[in-house]
């Protein structure tokens, strides 16, 4: 699915969440644990206020333990904001997110007054599997199509929860541009305006520089080069993607990179730091 972001159906995921915000309680704002930055929705944290907002960190599973730390350690420096880290496909991770719910809506959620939680996220972090599991059932899902008008859900998940499910479709951070490289590298939007060479090339330059460790033993190279690019043609050399004349073939050496990326292959690794996002952050604001 080609996913394209409208000024049109931006307004309107804008509109819709805004009428049933003086409803909610609190939010839960689903993110991906590999770039909880670049997965966060810009206009959520515009319309919450001050309502309380829990970060989960989901396919933390996929993530640098060591990083999710920092960012959870980051949000929790915000004001009224907590988070944590889940594995949605683990329901026993749900026990947590309930318990703080109830710890943020201190005063409902018990003697028939639900907590009325609003569920958010951009497509593919991972809210379908964060719901069912809360439900502990498969509900149906809603909202991925930019074109297709999806009513609002409720779903009752116990514990006096009630969610409430966003109703259009979410966007990410359009305005970064390395926002939009490290979405398409943990596939979390799978077609974009970039070549997948440029992705792999992006996500090279960003490991030598973060995991240089993990790139030269996985792929055996004694000395490793000096820029994406060519990181990328000495893949292509280990694994024999070359064209007569020796040539490398650098989109299968992409392909080989990102799947394997995605994959778990090298291991749980993150794509961004908050220290990372903040200076990135100054940069998008100055512009
Ligand atoms: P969305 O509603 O936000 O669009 O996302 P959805 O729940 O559909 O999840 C997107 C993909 O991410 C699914 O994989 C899902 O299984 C996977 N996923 C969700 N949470 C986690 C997690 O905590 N860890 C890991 N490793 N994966 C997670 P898929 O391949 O698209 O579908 P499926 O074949 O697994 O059903």
Redesign the pocket.
Known sequence: MAINWYPGHMHKAQKEIKEIMSDIDLIIE?LD?RIPYSSENPMIASIRRDKPCIKLL?????ADEAITALWIEHFKSTKNTDAIA?????TD?MQKLIKLCQELVPNKGSEGKPIRALIA????????????ALAQRTIA?TG?EPAVTKSQQKINIGHNITLFDTPGMLWPKIENENSGYRLAVTGAIKETAFELDDIATYAGDYLLEAYPDVIQSRYEIEELAPNGYEFLEQVGKRRGCLRSGGRVEINKAAKILLTELRE?VLGPISMETPEMCIAEQVEVDRI
């Open positions: 689903v644990a989901n396919k933390s599973d996929l889940v594995n949605a496909k683990k991770a996220g951009i497509p593919n972090v991972g809210k379908s599997t964060t719901i069912n899902k991925n778990m």
